[in-house]
Every structure is written in structure tokens, then in C-alpha cells.
């Protein structure tokens, strides 16, 4: 029901605008009361962001469970592009990306999670078992390959959802060079 709601909603956000669209007429395209809504969301904001924490939390476990003799970037690059084919092949990404783009809001709730995943994504590159790597470079790591996915996702918005998602982001890993043997104490 959740899913269904989300589609629901984004539909609404995308023909009427964000800040158009109230919960009562999410509610009421999906027939359900508001309250019904709130059972599912605890706002407006969260139905643009649904599925985003269940990616976080498998990225998180993936990344975790790599071989702690990888290297982390590859690490990174393995499990991004896994995540990369699995999550954003369908328009409805398109319409939740253009509609976060375009709504303030959005935006800064956006940046409040990826700060949030970043972390996340940084503890786990840390705490594979027998994984030797600092917190700095675990950070350096982290926002690197962020800057990976911000890229892509930029290009593949202005390609209309065409570009090759998986393609962008290995030859995104490619040209961030790496370098792990120049660590500080």
C-alpha cells in the first residue's frame, strides 16, 4: 500500500506541484482518508522519499559484507553499480528526482539524508571485518563516490532517463583516481 500511495502522490506532484498537492488530496486520489495517509507517512515529504531508507539500509549491509581485503573504493564502485541497475530504472525515479530538483523543500530534505546515508555508508566501509581504514579516509571515500552519483544522476536527467546509469557511474569510478598509500596518521 505504501508503493501504491508513493506512485499515487508523485503522480499528483508532478501535474499539480509539491507545494499544490495537500495530504487530503493524496488521500483522496488513493481512497483513503487523511488519516489513513498518516498511517503510511508521517508527511507530505516522506511519500517523496519512500524507499530511499530501505537503500540506504541494503547499501549499508552490502558494503558491509564485501571482502575485507577489497579495496574500499572498489568496494564502493561494486556495490553502487549493483544498487545503480536494481533502483533507477523506472520513470518514476525521473519524476522524484525533477521533482526534488524543483522544489526547495525537497531539496534540503535531500541533503538531510544524504548526510545521513554518507555517514552510514562511511561506518559500514569502516566496520568491515578486518577492513583497515581510517575515519578521514572512510569520509574521503564516501563523498567521493557521492560526487560519483550526483554526476550520474545529473546526466541522466538531462538525457530524459536514457543514459546508461551503469556506464556513467563506472566511468565515473574510473576518473576519480584513488589513492590509498598516502595516509596520514
Known amino acids: 500500500m505504501r508503493a501504491e500511495l508513493a506512485e499515487v502522490a508523485i503522480g499528483l506532484f508532478a501535474r499539480r506541484g509539491f507545494d499544490e498537492t495537500t495530504v487530503e488530496d493524496i488521500a483522496q486520489a488513493a481512497g483513503m482518508t487523511k488519516r489513513s495517509f498518516f498511517r ?4 507530505k515529504e516522506d511519500v517523496v522519499f519512500d524507499g530511499v531508507d530501505l537503500t540506504g539500509e541494503k547499501v549499508v549491509a552490502d ?3 564485501r571482502p575485507a581485503d577489497e579495496d574500499p573504493w572498489d ?13 533507477h530504472a523506472s520513470e518514476r525515479v525521473l519524476d522524484t528526482l525533477r521533482l526534488i530538483e524543483a522544489t526547495p523543500a525537497l531539496v534540503g530534505r535531500l541533503h538531510q539524508r544524504r548526510a545521513e546515508w554518507r555517514r552510514r555508508v562511511s561506518d559500514a566501509l569502516q566496520g568491515r571485518p578486518g577492513a583497515d581504514i581510517d575515519p578521514y579516509t572512510a569520509d574521503l571515500l564516501t563523498n567521493a563516490a557521492t560526487a560519483v552519483l550526483d554526476a550520474v544522476s545529473s546526466q541522466w536527467m538531462r538525457s530524459d532517463g536514457h543514459a546508461n546509469r551503469p556506464a556513467l557511474l563506472d566511468r565515473g569510478f574510473t576518473q576519480i583516481h584513488v589513492d590509498l598509500s598516502t595516509r596520514q596518521a
Open 40 to 43: 503510511y507517512f508521517p508527511t
Open 63 to 65: 558494503i558491509a559484507a
Open 75 to 87: 568496494s564502493l564502485r561494486h556495490v553502487l553499480r549493483a544498487w545503480q541497475e536494481e533502483i
